[in-house]
């Protein structure tokens, strides 16, 4: 006896959400507890160097067990097809019509939901792991740089490295708009934000001013050659996290400075830059404004 289990995440063509992924994780969980032989397979695109669902010997296995999601279309159809001769199971799944062939081409069907009856998902009290939440806040094109602005080339670099790095990503925009919900409409919508993140990576001066009034430590890259305003604001603030736009694609660059920012000592100095600081331009302002007779 041998199970493979399989889902949506198990497709090319489908889709590994949280909760799918969840819910294999607790039938995974299920089957090592009693001692059942068993592999779980996903699609070559979510997951390419663990079981290819696409490459597996259906001969290999004498059950089928199918988790989550709704149980229609031609990807189940093909799961009946390809392993008819084993046991096939759906459990956790959506049953939208009970005589669709691939609803009645399982053996035993255990649905979370059918009929309007539910049941709750298996998705509930599957132990997680905690990984650092991570703003990523990324500069628009600035023309104002000319030739020395490399923002395509940096920020290709920096989503590439930041995509193999394991913590929770949370792409956000320092713009404001009205009436926009994927937006903050307001700068303490914005900072309540940034309070609950543990890192900050950014290629925006804004980026980095915000995180560390938040107490947030900030990876700043600086996507202009040669130092434009991320490195001038890093430098007046005394913050040493700072990649020049020609280290921008060296992981062992990016690592380390990570590496600081998610540290003890990362995270307090991030707090002692949170303190209101002597702002001299505002000086300079008043100053201006009392010499200059008015007209």
């Excluded at 992924?21 to 995974?28: A, Q």
């Excluded at 600035?142 to 030739?147: A, L, N, R």
């Amino acid at each position: 006896m041998r199970a493979l289990v399989i889902g949506w995440a198990s497709f090319r063509h489908g889709e590994a959400t949280a909760g799918d992924v969840l819910s294999m994780r607790r039938v995974d969980e299920a089957l090592s507890t009693m001692g059942l032989p068993h592999d779980l397979a996903w699609s070559p695109v979510y997951r390419p160097d663990d079981v290819n669902y696409e490459e597996v010997d259906p001969a290999r296995y004498s059950h089928v067990v199918f988790v989550c999601g709704p149980v229609h279309g031609w990807q189940v159809q093909e799961v009946h097809r390809r392993f008819a001769h084993c046991h096939r199971i759906a459990v956790g799944v959506s049953v939208i019509d009970p005589e669709d062939d691939t609803v009645t081409g399982f053996d035993q069907v255990f649905a979370r939901d059918h009929d309007g009856v539910g049941t709750p998902d298996l998705s509930l009290g599957v132990r997680t792991g905690e990984v650092l939440v991570t703003g990523v806040i990324l500069a628009p094109p600035q023309p104002e740089y000319g030739d020395s602005g490399h923002h395509s080339a940096v920020h290709g670099s920096v989503q590439k490295w930041i995509a193999g790095v394991d913590c929770a990503r949370v792409p956000l925009d320092t713009r404001l708009a009205y009436s926009d919900w994927e937006r903050c409409e307001t700068p303490d919508q914005f900072m309540s934000i940034l309070s609950h993140l543990d890192v900050v990576v950014t290629t925006r001066l804004h980026g980095l001013v915000l995180s560390l009034q938040a107490g947030v430590p900030a990876l700043a890259i600086d996507p202009v050659e040669g130092g434009g305003k991320v490195t001038a604001q890093a430098d007046a603030l005394g913050w040493p996290a700072l990649v020049r736009a020609e280290e921008a694609g060296d992981r062992a660059v990016l690592d380390s400075w990570w590496r600081w920012c998610s540290s003890v000592q990362g995270r307090a100095v991030a707090a002692l830059r949170a303190l209101p600081v002597d702002d001299g331009l505002l000086r300079d302002m008043v100053k201006a404004l009392k010499s200059r007779p008015v007209r």
